[in-house]
């Protein structure tokens, strides 16, 4: 155990002595190169030209890392057992769509603000013919629970269409 640890001293004060002699080598070129100016010297400095980027760099990873793990978090409406069935995605990805949810109950949600309450036919129309005033081209979709029986699913449909919305689509999960 002693051995080692003689060793390791010497291997410790060589390391050190090797770093101090390249520091003092850098330091001296610098200075022959006239990037560094002693603080006794009463020449100008040269501005930096350099910015360093590596704490950027950190702050966006972060930034990336925080904004995948609450995007998730951001998809509202209710829980419903979506029905299996494959089918190519909707194109126009360019805003948030209109959510209309029909749980396996039956029960009608919008997914406007953060409201969780069940609503009537007539005031999701009403709700979501003044969205499609403001916004025409906003897609409008429904989540219908597979336990939903298909008559409901169409009423709610031809109610969207009705209320201006020019197409509605249905969100199913890949088998």
């Known amino acids: 155990v002693e051995v080692f640890g003689n060793r390791y001293d010497t291997f410790v004060d060589e390391f050190s002595s090797i770093l101090y002699r390249q520091a003092y080598a850098l330091r001296a070129k610098e200075k022959r ?56 995605p909707v194109e126009n990805q360019d805003s948030e769509p209109l959510i209309v949810s029909v749980n396996a109950g039956g029960e009608l949600f919008l997914n406007l603000g953060n409201e969780k309450q069940v609503l009537a036919l007539a005031t999701i129309k009403d709700r979501v013919s003044k969205v499609m005033k403001r916004n025409p081209n906003k897609p409008v979709l429904i989540w219908g629970d597979e336990a939903v029986s298909y008559g409901e699913v169409v009423t709610v449909m031809v109610a969207l269409q009705q209320a201006g919305a020019p197409s509605v689509g249905l969100v199913t999960e890949n088998p």
């Open 33 to 88: 190169a006239g990037q560094v100016t002693v603080s006794r010297s009463r020449g100008k400095r040269k501005p930096m030209a350099e910015i360093n980027v590596v704490p950027y760099i950190d702050v966006m990873l972060v930034l990336l890392i925080i904004f995948m793990a609450t995007a998730p978090m951001l998809m509202q409406g209710v829980k419903v057992d979506l029905p299996e069935a494959s089918s190519d």
